[in-house]
């Protein structure tokens, strides 16, 4: 198994410019997350989704968008590049019954993005 | 305040050495997570716990649910154990595995 995959591994991008993160994952996970990472501060939540078709807002969702076609994909799309997006983005999957609250999380090894 | 916060912020110590990285908490927990992050950037989960402690290896975590604080113990350190700790607490009544995580510690074994 590949695990989370995620592409591409660094990029840099122009104000206003778009794109999308790719993120994969091998292991049948139900549930997937976007974070972001800062110099200093905790992982944030930006989206998840607990299954195919069904998405949620995290903590910081302003200026970016998801969607969950499949159980393997999960893409993260800004729009519209701000400065303040600078951030390294993980994306990460586990697998939770139901009745399971809370279980391991596997995470792709991050995209570093910079906005200039 | 943070909900989760992690002392210290910073550890140096020499190999051979027994540490400790600290985690304390605010809110109602169904589990506390503690992660490993590579100095390439890489996160892996270590362990997952709801009370007591467990061990794997050279890695041991502990939990006090009353005080509302774990702990994450490294015996006979060595330099690939240099990384950045993060613990996460995965409040009570969530469904959705949603995480809050402390700042991480960033800790450094010198050979």
């Known amino acids: 198994n590949a695990g989370v995959t995620q592409t591409p591994k660094f990029r840099i991008l122009k104000i206003g410019q778009s794109m999308t993160l790719q993120c994969t994952q091998d292991m049948n996970h139900n549930y997937m997350y976007w974070y972001r990472q800062d110099p200093g501060m905790g992982l944030k939540l930006i989206y998840y989704s607990v299954g195919a078709g069904i998405t949620d807002k995290g903590e910081v969702p302003n200026g970016y968008n998801v969607s969950r076609s499949t159980t393997e994909d999960f893409p993260l799309r800004l729009e519209l590049a701000a400065p303040s997006q600078t951030s390294v983005y993980f994306c990460?999957?586990?697998?939770?019954?139901?009745?399971?609250?809370?279980?391991?999380?596997?995470f792709g090894p991050g995209t570093r993005l910079t906005v200039l | 305040k943070n909900e989760v916060e992690q002392s210290p912020q910073n550890l140096t110590a020499q190999e051979g050495e027994f540490i400790t990285i600290n985690c304390s908490y605010s809110?109602?927990?169904?589990?506390l997570h503690w992660l490993q992050q590579h100095p390439g950037g890489g996160i892996v989960s270590l362990f997952m716990?709801?009370?007591g402690k467990k061990k794997h290896g050279r890695l041991i975590a502990t939990i006090n649910i009353q005080e509302k604080h774990s702990s994450l113990h490294i015996t006979a350190s060595h330099p690939r154990d240099s990384a950045v700790y993060i613990c996460a607490a995965a409040p009570r009544g969530g469904a959705t595995n949603k995480l809050i995580f402390g700042t991480g510690t960033l800790l450094a074994v010198q050979p």
């Open positions: 809110v109602g927990i169904s589990a």
């Open positions: 716990l709801s009370s």
């Open positions: 990460a999957s586990s697998f939770l019954g139901r009745t399971t609250i809370t279980d391991t999380q596997y």
